[in-house]
């Protein structure tokens, strides 16, 4: 009876059942498998081989569809398949430490956009004064 493993998301099996949220392994390519242990912020340690994330944490463009299926124009949920490479992205956890980066970097760029235009037309007014007269 699988369940989910992102910290927030209270799916599992039995609740699921006839919603058509499926639950997906963890792949087995390391660097991947990474991704997904870090979008589930957990504090506790996930077994990769038994964890599960379920179907909600996944966009549309993470799904292949069978050749047979899209040849037919059938698509059914239960029978979709994972690519290789997909990430879980949606409704996940957020993390305070990616709010506090995106704070500090706005701050910055700020920053920049003020200081050239302090400099800039007053430099030319001056210069205009000196050749009229
Ligand atoms: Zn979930």
Redesign the pocket.
Known sequence: MPN?A?ST?K?YSRVTKNSGVRYFGFPTEENFAKQWVKACYRRDKINVKNAR??S??FSEDCFEIPLRQRLLNYQTTNSRVLKFDAVPTLHLPKTPVQKEVSLRSLRMAKKKQILPNCNGPRNTSKLETTCFL
Request: glycine content about 0%.
């Open positions: 989910c992102i998301c799916n994330v379920c909600i944490h």
